[in-house]
């Protein structure tokens, strides 16, 4: 047979061939948690003050779940945390992408600009009786004035998910909030989604995602401080050998 005309053949079998070896080390042993986590939010804490904010319908249809925990806590000194909580059901969750709601895109999407001034991009708090990793970013809202330091922290079939590395920050500040957001998008979307398939996390499991954060009125370190305080006051974390029924 002429090379000219097997050469296509060849790099067509090699493609498909490519797709089912890949898919074969995929499903051939997937990989399960040791143990299954869960988070559990405390709606009452101690000398804290609990102010509801109803999330939008077009949010709540974006995240595709009700059981949706929103608003702000406020604490003594006037201390004021703002927490979101969502968790999807194992039923619903294949259809979730958990990633589209980290505020690497959300938050940029909206218009708020990252800032590096120093901080951590992951910073480890304890919840419980153990230590957790959370993601750590600063942004400057859309308005430029003032900074929120924000951590959060995403579990995917009862283990955490960790962000590949930090995207990383813009230098113009010209640069469209749309193309911030879909150039983030596109960043955690391919990076957990090389993460899941190397780690073979199908993401068919019930899914987490908390998020708490606090103005930087006095520098990200006594910002952090105050979260780090605040953890283990508003999460507690649940630890078993399998999914909770």
């Not at 690497?104 to 153990?130: F, H, M, N, Y």
């Not at 942004?139 to 283990?159: M, Y």
């Amino acid at each position: 047979m002429n090379l000219r005309r097997l050469f296509p053949l060849l790099l067509l079998g090699l493609f498909f061939g490519l797709i089912v070896a890949a898919r074969a080390w995929f499903w051939s042993a997937p990989s399960t948690p040791t143990e299954f986590l869960r988070f559990t939010v405390n709606r009452e804490p101690a000398q804290w003050k609990f102010i509801a904010e109803p999330v939008g319908d077009v949010a709540q249809g974006i995240l595709a779940t009700t059981n949706l925990f929103n608003g702000i806590f406020v604490g003594p000194k006037d201390q004021r945390i703002i927490v979101f909580a969502a968790h999807w059901l194992a039923e619903s969750s294949e259809a979730m992408s958990v990633v589209q709601h980290t505020p690497d895109i959300c938050w940029v999407g909206a218009g708020w600009k990252p800032s590096l001034v120093g901080q951590p991009e992951r910073v480890q708090l304890t919840v419980g009786d153990r230590t957790v990793p959370f993601e750590c970013r600063v942004f400057t809202p859309p308005s430029g004035h003032g900074q929120e330091l924000v951590v959060w922290c995403t579990l995917v079939g009862g283990a955490l998910m960790q962000e590949t590395d930090r995207w990383s920050i813009e230098q113009s500040t010209e640069v469209e909030s749309r193309t911030r957001f879909d150039w983030a998008a596109r960043r955690v979307g391919a990076n957990q989604f090389v993460k899941n398939f190397l780690q073979r996390r199908r993401g068919i499991g019930e899914k987490q995602f908390v998020r708490f954060s606090t103005s930087m009125t006095d520098g990200w370190e006594a910002a952090l401080e105050r979260l780090k305080s605040f953890a283990p006051q508003w999460l507690e974390l649940s630890s078993s050998q399998s999914a909770p029924q």
